[in-house]
């Protein structure tokens, strides 16, 4: 009944297994909780109820939620562990009963034989050698098997003690979880009443955010806008130097493509970063998604919808923004409410880096993974968030895909 390493009970093995996961799951959410509040204290006392600052509440609000749901199945893998040990420490309780019971036995069976009689004159009063043979051979049986019967015993006491001490850690475990459920309970109710609060006065200024919602979109407008002549362009010059090289004439001059023709060298880069969905580093070291991809209903506003053709990274403070894969710069400019704005290309897929206080690149320059290309720019609100789209031709993506999992 000793369970060793090599040979744990299924239910155990999964178990150690879960839990394993489990604090690979809640090492991650501890993480993003962490670049929370230190993005957010390292973002200047000017911002105050903005809609930057309700994203990023809303934000910690599900990281604190899905911690929560963290922990709950922590405490049923805990007590799944107190109910495997209870079962074991029973099944030992009751075979150190069955071994008690038989040695007790022994004990008795051996002193029911010696009443009246020496065990030397038992030995030695045998009629032939072959009886004395049988009955010395018998004796020394006894004695091992009341020698074993007792090392067993203390096997079983000693697995016993260590199952009993196993079981007081497990319910120390428990007392712990059911603690840090508690407290961080507590932090949501605060942050929920936060988030309250920021609703409230945001409510209060809904022609002030419907201008700001107007300037996004025509922000937005102008990115894509900039980034679809840049590709365009990008098409046109390399179908011209196709056909050039072909001596072929174009039928479809007035119309480009969706996307770059397959040289060697862009098929390449094009397939290195196809294979990479989901591998990609982010553009900055530490931050979160502020705004997502996509269409959305507006936070405070109701009938309002928002729509983000990339993703929004909150970061701190002139944190460095870094090419998220190998390409060349093609393109750099400047956006009205967006700063300064950088576009990569990767063989058919383009990267744009919107939103930069600085520029550290020169258009036509080669940059590999990670090389510094300008800093984050902070708004008068005191928030510093990157704009990072992905495109495929003229397709634009969501960049979430392609970003590894923090």
Do not use: C
């Amino acid at each position: 009944m000793v369970f060793g390493l090599g040979n744990l009970p299924p239910a155990l093995s999964q178990i150690t297994a879960d839990r394993a996961e489990l604090e690979k799951e809640k090492e991650a959410i501890q993480k993003r909780l962490r670049e929370f509040d230190t993005v957010l204290k390292k973002t200047t006392s000017e911002k105050q109820n903005s809609l930057s600052e309700l994203r990023a509440v809303n934000q910690k609000l599900d990281a604190r939620e899905t911690y929560i749901a963290t922990l709950n199945k922590e405490l049923r893998i805990v007590n799944q562990e107190i109910k495997q040990t209870s079962n074991q420490i029973q099944q030992l309780e009751e075979e150190l009963e069955t071994l008690k019971a038989e040695y007790a036995e022994m004990i008795y069976t051996s002193y029911k034989l010696n009443q009246g009689v020496n065990l030397i004159t038992f030995i030695f009063s045998s009629a032939t050698f072959k009886q004395f043979y049988m009955r010395l051979r018998y004796l020394k049986q006894y004695s091992d098997a009341r020698k074993k019967q007792v090392e067993r015993m203390e096997l079983v006491s000693m697995d016993l003690t260590k199952k009993q001490k196993e079981l007081e850690r497990q319910r120390s475990d428990q007392m712990a979880v059911l603690q840090q459920e508690q407290e961080q309970k507590k932090a949501l109710a605060a942050l929920k009443t936060e988030q309250q609060q920021l609703v409230n006065s945001l409510s209060e200024k809904e022609e002030e955010l419907k201008k700001e919602i107007a300037a996004t979109k025509k922000q937005q407008e102008e990115l894509n806008q900039l980034i679809k002549r840049v590709i365009e362009e990008e098409i046109r010059l390399a179908k011209a130097a196709e056909e050039e090289k072909a001596e072929e004439k174009t039928e479809s001059a007035d119309a480009p493509s969706e996307s770059l023709p397959a040289t060697p060298t862009a098929a390449a880069l094009s397939a290195s970063f196809a294979n990479n969905r989901g591998k990609i580093p982010w553009p900055v070291e530490s931050g979160f998604i502020s705004k997502r991809y996509g269409t959305f209903p507006h936070p405070t506003l109701k009938g309002i919808t928002e729509t983000n053709d990339g993703v929004d990274i909150q970061t701190n403070n002139n944190a460095p923004v870094k090419a998220v894969f190998a390409g060349v710069v093609t393109k750099i400019t400047t956006v009205p409410g967006m700063g300064g704005t950088i576009i990569i290309k990767h063989g058919e897929f383009y990267t744009m880096y919107s939103r930069l206080k600085t520029i550290s690149v020169k258009s036509g320059q080669e940059v590999n993974t990670s090389t510094t290309i300008g800093t984050v720019y902070t708004d008068n609100q005191g928030v510093s968030a990157l704009h990072f789209q992905t495109w495929k031709g003229l397709q634009v993506m969501d960049p979430s895909i392609w970003l590894s999992s923090k």
